[in-house]
Structures are given as structure tokens and as C-alpha cells.
């Protein structure tokens, strides 16, 4: 299993990116996928999860600004971002996992695989 995650970059505030995480080795449909980020300094947030019935869940700090989705013909999660800020500056990570347990924004422990993650970095 692997993923791999493409997208990040530099932008000013007020600008928009979109990553996306190609999966490599399984049906990503049965899985519970999600965006994770980590700040120098800071401990990894949960960005947005989306789980196998499509719902979704976003940190607070994100609703309204960023879309997570994915394209199961393509394999592939995507990580909608617009109106970026100075304070969305973090390496981003897609995690996936294919279990059913309670998955959250607050349990990165429960996600089994991670990518090698992609650099957003947001300049005011």
C-alpha cells in the first residue's frame, strides 16, 4: 500500500491549492481516508476525513474554505483548499485506513497508512 501526495506549494494568503494522494495497492472506496497537518512545532491536526458512506467531517479552523474528496476510478483523495491564511502553512498528509473503527479528526493514531506528505506553505 502506498500513497503518494502531490499539490502543495507556496501562495499568498487569499489564494487556493488542491492536493491530491494517489493510493497504490487497494480499492480506496472501502477505506476511510483523511487530511492531516503538522506545523513546525505543533502537534499533527486532523484536517478533514471522509468516511466510506461519503460523509465527512472538517476542523473548525477550515469549514467553508476547504473541500475533501475523492475519485474512486482514479483512486485517488483530494484536498480542496481556497482562502488560504498565513496560519494553514504545515506539511499536509493523506492517512488511510481500512478498518471501521470510530474514525476522528482527533485519532491520527487509528489511520494504519500515511504518505510521505506535501508542503503548503502560505505567505501574508
Known amino acids: 500500500v502506498q500513497l503518494v501526495e502531490n499539490g502543495g506549494g507556496s501562495v499568498q494568503a487569499g489564494g487556493s491549492l488542491r492536493l491530491s494522494c494517489a493510493v497504490f495497492?487497494?480499492?480506496?472506496?472501502?477505506?476511510?481516508m483523511g487530511w492531516f497537518r503538522q506545523a513546525p512545532g505543533k502537534e499533527r491536526e486532523g484536517v478533514a476525513i471522509i468516511h466510506t458512506d461519503g460523509s465527512t467531517r472538517y476542523a473548525d479552523s477550515v469549514k467553508g474554505r476547504f473541500t475533501i474528496s475523492q475519485d474512486n476510478a482514479k483512486n485517488t483523495l483530494y484536498l480542496q483548499m481556497n482562502s488560504l491564511k498565513p496560519e494553514d502553512t504545515a506539511m499536509y498528509y493523506c492517512a488511510a485506513d481500512p478498518g471501521s473503527l470510530d474514525y476522528g479528526l482527533d485519532t491520527p493514531a487509528l489511520f494504519r497508512y500515511w504518505g510521505q506528505g506535501t508542503q503548503v506553505t502560505v505567505s501574508s
Open positions: 495497492g487497494y480499492d480506496i472506496s472501502i477505506f476511510c
